[in-house]
C-alpha cells in the first residue's frame, strides 16, 4: 500500500500538525491604539478651534504698540457677544454726508449709555465723570463729547494723534458712535499669522477708574494651537506604540507555534 504523500516528504514523515496559540488580549495594544484615537480627536479639534477665528492685517499704526502696523489680528465674536470697554474691536464706521464708510481698528472707550469726553486737565478720557489713564495711549486728539447710544461703542485709537475713529467724528459735527451690528469680532490675539500668535493682554484702565465691565481674555487661539500639537504628538505615540506591540507580538506567536526545536 502507498503512503499518503501528505504524510512523507523526502521519506521522512511528515511533521505534527501546527497549533496555533490562541491570540490572547492585549491591554499594551488597546492602550495604545486609544492613544492614537485621542490624538486624532485632540488634533481635530484644535484644528477646528483655530479655523474658528477670523484673521486680518492691521494696515496702520493707529493701534501701536498694542497692535502693530502688518500684525495679523484673529477676531473671535459670538451670538449677543456683549462689548466691554477697553476691548479692540474691528468695526466697520458708517458712512456720514460725503463721506464714504471705512473699516476701523479702535478700542472701545464708550459702551451705550456712557457720557464720554476729552479731556480732563491731565488729558484723559473721561467717562461718565470718570478720569481713565490709558498707559496705552499716545498723542492728543480732538475735543468733543458724546452721549454712546445704546447698542453703540464708541472708538478710539491707541495712537490718538494719528487716528481717525469715533472722537474726530464727533468733533466735526457727527455721530461717531459705531453700531454693535457693525462691529466684527473683538481682537483676541495678535502676531505674524493664525499659528505664531499671543493673547491680547486686557486693560484694566477703566476698572481701576472705577467703571465696571473688564474685557474678557479670550484663550481660544492659543488653547487651539496647544490642541494641535499635543494631538498629534499622542497620535504619534500611540501609533508607533500599536505599531511596535504589533509587531512583538507577531513574531512572539510565531516561535510558540513553531513549538521546540524550529
Known amino acids: 500500500m502507498l503512503a499518503d504523500p501528505r504524510e512523507v516528504i523526502d521519506g521522512f514523515p511528515a511533521p505534527p500538525p501546527v497549533s496555533r496559540a490562541p491570540r490572547r488580549f492585549s491591554p499594551a495594544l488597546a492602550l495604545f491604539v486609544v492613544l492614537a484615537l485621542a490624538g486624532v480627536a485632540g488634533c481635530g479639534y484644535g484644528l477646528v478651534t483655530v479655523f474658528s477665528y477670523r484673521l486680518a492685517k492691521m494696515p496702520t499704526n493707529a493701534m501701536a504698540p498694542a497692535v502693530p ?6 477676531l473671535g465674536k459670538r451670538d449677543g457677544q456683549v462689548y466691554r470697554r477697553g476691548d479692540v474691536v474691528l468695526a466697520r464706521m458708517p458712512a456720514h454726508q460725503d463721506n464714504r464708510a471705512y473699516l476701523l481698528l479702535g478700542r472701545v472707550i464708550g459702551v451705550g449709555g456712557d457720557d464720554v469726553r476729552c479731556c480732563d486737565e491731565k488729558r484723559r478720557i473721561v467717562v461718565n465723570g470718570k478720569s481713565v489713564d490709558e498707559s496705552y495711549a499716545s498723542g492728543d486728539g480732538p475735543v468733543f463729547r458724546a452721549l454712546v447710544p445704546k447698542d453703540g461703542v464708541f472708538l ?3 495712537r490718538r494723534d494719528v487716528s481717525w475713529d469715533s472722537r474726530n467724528e464727533e468733533a466735526t459735527g457727527m455721530d461717531g458712535s459705531v453700531p454693535v451690528s457693525e462691529v466684527y469680532g473683538v481682537v483676541v490675539a495678535t502676531g505674524p499669522n493664525r499659528w505664531w500668535v499671543r ?9 481701576a477708574a472705577g467703571l465696571p465691565g473688564a474685557p474678557e481674555v479670550d484663550q481660544g487661539p492659543f488653547l487651539g494651537r496647544v490642541l494641535v500639537g499635543a494631538g498629534a504628538g499622542v497620535f504619534l505615540t500611540g501609533f508607533l506604540g500599536a505599531v511596535v506591540t504589533g509587531v512583538r507580538r507577531g513574531r512572539k506567536r510565531r516561535r510558540e507555534a513553531a513549538g521546540p526545536g524550529w
Do not use: K, Q, S
Open 69 to 74: 502696523a502688518g500684525t495679523a489680528i484673529v
Open 156 to 158: 478710539a485709537g491707541d
Open 199 to 207: 493673547t491680547l493682554p486686557p486693560t484694566t484702565a477703566f476698572t
